[in-house]
Structure formats: C-alpha cells, structure tokens
C-alpha cells in the first residue's frame, strides 16, 4: 500500500508556545475521564494550517511541489503577533465522540493571521494554482487532540507569540510524522529616517 502524503502551508508556534500549550491541556485533560481519552498532539507538531494543497499517494508529484515552491518565494510579508485564547471542539457532538480539540483565535488576536493567510493565497494564485486548490474560508486554530470532542468551548489564558516564519510541510498520513520541506521568514521593512 502506497504512503498518503498531505501537501499544507503551515505556521509552527516557537517551542516555548507550543510546550505552554501541551502543558494547559493537559492540566485540563486531568479533569476529563481517561477512557475517553486518546493520544494527544506531540507538542512538535503542534501548526496552524494556512493551506492544504492536496492528498497524493506515494509521493507529492513534482509540479505541485513546484508551485508550492514559488507560491512560498513569491510571499513576502513582516513578523506578526497571534493570539489564541478559545478552547473548542470540532467535528464532535458528545464527549467522546471523534473530533478534534483545538486552541482558537478571534477579533483582534487573529486580525494579521487572516490578512497573512489571504495574502498567501494570492502569492499561491500568481505562482499558478487553481483558485479551487486555494482555501478560501479559514479559521485559525491549533488542534491540540484528535478523537476527542465535546468539550466545552471556553476562554483560556491567552497564548501569544510573534509568527517569524512559514512551512511547507508533507504530512505523512498515519505516521504522526512532518517532514518539513522548506521554510521562509518573515522580514521586518527597514525602518525609514528622516534627519535629525
């Protein structure tokens, strides 16, 4: 059986977010009966995805991978800051039912990340995709748990980091594996003088 590849866009929180993030759920996964319980996000794969750019099985083909590679050089855009305050279920209706938990954003913390999601996918309409492969609705989250739902959707202590960077990432379905294939930073304009 051929390996399933998921091609995405992704934004990885810093290491210190991301161990934050795993230690809060956590804390709140000891509240919750363990046989509902399965395996949690390893804090390394902790993303926000900006873009699926498609499911392939035995490899990405070559010319997706190419677009996906100009599409990423063609972006440029500074640092900006991110916040995620929500805690929500999707895709559950009951604890215990599959789904996802995931750590949300909205109103102003997430203001720069939706601008930045849009203006990838612009960079990903001049590098030659399709407008049907280019995600047009989004919703910010970090999912912090498969196969787990019902939770209750809820204020957190606020996470917030500074976004310096963006992925291409292939997924390895069922591997719980990321092999990141490139990244691009985000560089702040030089800041302009006027005398003295």
């Known amino acids: 059986m051929l390996q399933r590849h998921d091609l ?12 934050a993030a795993a230690e809060r759920w956590q804390q709140m996964l000891a509240d919750l009966d363990p046989a509902l319980l399965s395996r949690p996000m390893a804090t390394q794969r902790l993303h926000l995805t ?3 750019l498609g499911q392939f099985e035995g490899s990405v083909p070559r010319a997706v991978l190419d677009l996906a590679l100009a599409a ?3 972006l440029v855009h500074e640092p900006f800051d991110v916040c995620l305050h ?10 215990g039912s599959n789904g996802t938990v995931e750590l949300a954003g909205q109103g102003a913390g ?11 996918g ?13 995600r047009s609705r989004f919703s910010p989250h970090m999912t912090l748990h498969y196969g787990l739902g019902g939770v209750r959707r809820q204020a957190v202590a606020p996470l917030a980091w500074t976004v310096s960077d963006f992925a291409l990432v292939d ?13 691009w930073p985000l560089v702040a304009r030089q800041q302009s003088f006027t005398g003295w």
């Open 110 to 120: 997430v203001q720069m990340l939706r601008s930045f999601q849009r203006s990838l």
């Open 8 to 19: 995405y866009f992704f934004l990885y929180p810093p290491a210190g977010v991301a161990e």
């Open 171 to 183: 997924s390895l379905y069922g591997l719980s594996r990321h092999e990141v294939l490139a990244r």
């Open 86 to 95: 929500l805690l929500q279920s999707r895709g559950a209706t009951h604890a």
């Open 72 to 74: 990423g050089e063609r």
């Open 50 to 52: 900006l873009q699926h």
């Open 122 to 134: 612009g960079a990903m309409r001049q590098a030659g995709f399709a407008e049907a492969q280019i």
